[in-house]
Each structure stands twice: as structure tokens, then as C-alpha cells.
């Protein structure tokens, strides 16, 4: 006979473990994932920053309302902090001045200033002074530890009784009168809820669950990581540089520099691998903006972001199949958002309000419903 549970939730990366871990100790939880280690796909892919001046304004307000669990959770979720300073100077050329106009008025109060460009470049030395016009710095953007944040989410998930199968890619979802069958690669289950974190492949589940899809756009973005030249200077007390258009972005990285061109190409649902000519497009946009020279790349990869048309997440039921819920389209997010989604999507599961500080941010469920992509 099927096991059988309160929950399933598909998919272990950022996303379904932090909603996971948030559905707690209260109901009888599985975490589906199809790989052999939970993190495999995107989660495993980031560059790791937790910015609060970075995507659209919903995104800004989740990231904000993910800080205070980042840089205190609770007791034995992880062996050391999860956020280290880290500082983002947002860095424009003559042809980038609009954009620096917005996004000095579409920032939440207090989280960047306009710097004068000498202080650009003392913070930055490999900036290029001749390039930059503009700039602005975020001072509390933090580097996040992505492997412990994922780690502490899975061991309290477990911790509190629920249970992990890997090699278990769903491939089939039923109706049942009020529960789900679910057919996966290590057998069969049975669940009441679904929720859909299968990031990239969120729109695949949906189909098998006949729900209807959200039009999920998977996009490759590449980053690779190099040794800046002995000259540079400590590189690693840099704060990370982003071209305010995301032409590309560099910041420190474990005694090296990762980069990238900030590519969005789309893609279908796969193990995304870079492209050489992101990785050439890479080294020139930041070779003409800044006096770094990459040498030799010492590791490339990619990995699939996913947005839906207004590039806000998708979380909380379906409005037209019963317990099925979405934990979707996180973008280039997820990580910093994960707090907040965790706790969206479980109090969807649960049938309760929006949490009392995600409403008081201005959210309401239509804000992250399906419905509203599908006119
Ligand atoms: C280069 C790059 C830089 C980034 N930088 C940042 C950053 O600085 N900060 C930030 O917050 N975010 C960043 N992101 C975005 C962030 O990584 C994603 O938003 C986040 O990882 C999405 O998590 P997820 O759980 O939705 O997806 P995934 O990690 O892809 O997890 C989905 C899981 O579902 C599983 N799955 C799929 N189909 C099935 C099935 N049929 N059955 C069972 N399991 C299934 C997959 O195997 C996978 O493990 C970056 C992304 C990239 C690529």
C-alpha cells in the first residue's frame, strides 16, 4: 500500500525545503526530489548575495521580510552566521544615468545612496575610473552561505519527523476523491497537499497534475570564477560590483573572483551548462569596464532561473485544482526570498491568512496567485 501523507512537496531545492521546514512538526510531510542530493539544480547554481535593492518591488519587500531570520535564526539551524558583510556598489556609465535616476526613486527607504565616484573606486579599485559616471552603494547587501541556509531548512524539516526521498522524480499525479496519488521513481505515495517547488520543471508537474501551466520561462544565466591579477590588491574585502543595467556583476568569492554577463537566455527545463560565448561576452563586458584581467577561468557553470511574464513568484493554491499549490518562478531570488516563501506557502497549505508581517508589508494572496497571469 502507498505511504501516505499530509503533504507532498516536489522538489528539494531552496524553495520546497524552506516550505518544507515551515509546514513543521504539525503535519505528516514528504519531500519529493528526483535528483540523488537535494540542491542539485539551481540552488546549488547561485552567486549567493542577499540584496534588498535588486529585482522587482515585491521581490525587495520579500527579501526584506527574510532578513531577520537570516541574520538570526533560531537556535541550531546552523553552525556559523549565514549572512557575512559584503556591500553592492551599483556602478553605471554615461549611458546608464536613467537608470540610476530609478532606481534611486524605486528603492525601499534606506537601503542605497548615490556615491560620489572617488569613493566607487576606493571601495573598487579595479573600476575603471575613465568607465564610471555614476554609482550607488548598497551598504547591507550580505554574502549569504547557501549550502548552510538549504542544510539548516533540510535538518529542521527532518528534525521535526518529515521525510526526505531522493531518486524520487515524480512522474505521474492523480486525483483521488480528497488526496493525491503520486507515482515517483522510488514508488508510490499518497498526500492530501501537493506543493509544486520543482523549480524549472514547475510547469511539467502542474501538467501532470492538470493544472493549468503559468507560462514559467527558464533562463540560463552563467558565472564563472578567476583569479584577479597578483596586483589587485585584497580583492576579497571588495564589495560586490553589479553594472546597474546587469550588464554583469563580479564580487569576491573564496580567494577568487566569481563573475557573470548576467545572461538570461531561455531554455527548457534541464542541467543547464554554460555556453563559451556567455563566458567570452563575461570577460569583455568586465575587461572594458574594469582594470581586471582574466587570465585563465578556473570554473564555469550555469544554471536555469525562472521567471513568469510579471517576474513576481507564484505561491499558495491553485485556485482551480483542489491541493495543489505553487512555490514558483523565484527568478534570480529564491535564496534571499526563501524565509518569507516558506512561510507563504505553508500558511496556504494550512488555508490561513498571509502571515500578520507580510500583510502588513501590503501583500495580499492575489498578489502571488496563479490567477492573475491567466487573465
Ligand atoms: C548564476 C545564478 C546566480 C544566482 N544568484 C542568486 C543570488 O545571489 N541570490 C538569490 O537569492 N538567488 C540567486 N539565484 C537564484 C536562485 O538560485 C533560485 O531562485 C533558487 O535556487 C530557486 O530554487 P528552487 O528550489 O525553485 O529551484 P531548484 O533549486 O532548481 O529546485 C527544484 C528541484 O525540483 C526538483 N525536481 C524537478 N522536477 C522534479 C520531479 N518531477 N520530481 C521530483 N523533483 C523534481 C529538481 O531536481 C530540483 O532539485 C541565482 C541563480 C543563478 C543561476
Not at 29 to 55: C, D, I, K, M, N
Not at 159 to 167: L, M, Y
Not at 299 to 318: E, N, T
Request: with cysteine; aromatic share 8%.
Amino acid at each position: 500500500m502507498a505511504q501516505s501523507f499530509d503533504v507532498a512537496v516536489v522538489g528539494a531545492g531552496i524553495v520546497g525545503a524552506s516550505a518544507a521546514m515551515a509546514l513543521g512538526a504539525a503535519h505528516r510531510v514528504l519531500l519529493l526530489e528526483g535528483e540523488s542530493q537535494p540542491g542539485y539544480h539551481t540552488t546549488g547554481r547561485s552567486a549567493a548575495v542577499f540584496e534588498e535593492a535588486y529585482g522587482p518591488a515585491a521581490i525587495r519587500k520579500l527579501a526584506n521580510a527574510s532578513r531577520a531570520f537570516l541574520a538570526d535564526p533560531p537556535p541550531g539551524f546552523a553552525e556559523h552566521p549565514l549572512l557575512k558583510p559584503r556591500g553592492v556598489v551599483f556602478a553605471a556609465a554615461a549611458a546608464g544615468r536613467a537608470s540610476i535616476e530609478k532606481a534611486l526613486v524605486d528603492a525601499l527607504p534606506g537601503t542605497v545612496v548615490e556615491i560620489a565616484r572617488r569613493e566607487a573606486t576606493a571601495l573598487c579599485p579595479a573600476l575603471d575610473a575613465d568607465w564610471l559616471d555614476r554609482a550607488l552603494y548598497e551598504k547591507g547587501a550580505m554574502d549569504m552561505d547557501v549550502a548552510a541556509i538549504h542544510r539548516g531548512y533540510l535538518r529542521r524539516f527532518a528534525a521535526a519527523g518529515g521525510t526526505i526521498a531522493c531518486n524520487a522524480a515524480v512522474q505521474a499525479l492523480k486525483r483521488d476523491g480528497a488526496r493525491w496519488r503520486i507515482a515517483t521513481a522510488a514508488g508510490d505515495f499518497e498526500a492530501a497537499h501537493i506543493v509544486n517547488a520543482a523549480g524549472a520543471w514547475a510547469d511539467e508537474i502542474a501538467a501532470l497534475a492538470g493544472a493549468a501551466r503559468i507560462g514559467l520561462e527558464p533562463r540560463r544565466r552563467t558565472a564563472l570564477v578567476f583569479a584577479a591579477p597578483a596586483d589587485a590588491g585584497d580583492t576579497q574585502a571588495w564589495p560586490m560590483v553589479c553594472e546597474i543595467d546587469e550588464e554583469f556583476y563580479f564580487k569576491p568569492d573564496a580567494g577568487l573572483l566569481l563573475a557573470s554577463p548576467a545572461d538570461e537566455t531561455p531554455s527548457p527545463p534541464c542541467d543547464a551548462q554554460p555556453e563559451e560565448i556567455d563566458v567570452a561576452t563575461c570577460i569583455d563586458r568586465l575587461e572594458t569596464a574594469t582594470r581586471l584581467r582574466v587570465a585563465s577561468v578556473k570554473r564555469k557553470w550555469a544554471g536555469l532561473r525562472c521567471f513568469v511574464s510579471d517576474r513576481r513568484p507564484v505561491l499558495g493554491p491553485d485556485p482551480h485544482v483542489p491541493g495543489f499549490h505553487w512555490a514558483a518562478a523565484l527568478g534570480g531570488y529564491g535564496i534571499m526570498t526563501s524565509p518569507a516563501t516558506g512561510r507563504i506557502v505553508a500558511a496556504g497549505v494550512q488555508g490561513e491568512e498571509l502571515p500578520a508581517d507580510l500583510a502588513a508589508a501590503g501583500f495580499a494572496w492575489s498578489d502571488f496567485s496563479p490567477a492573475r497571469l491567466r487573465g
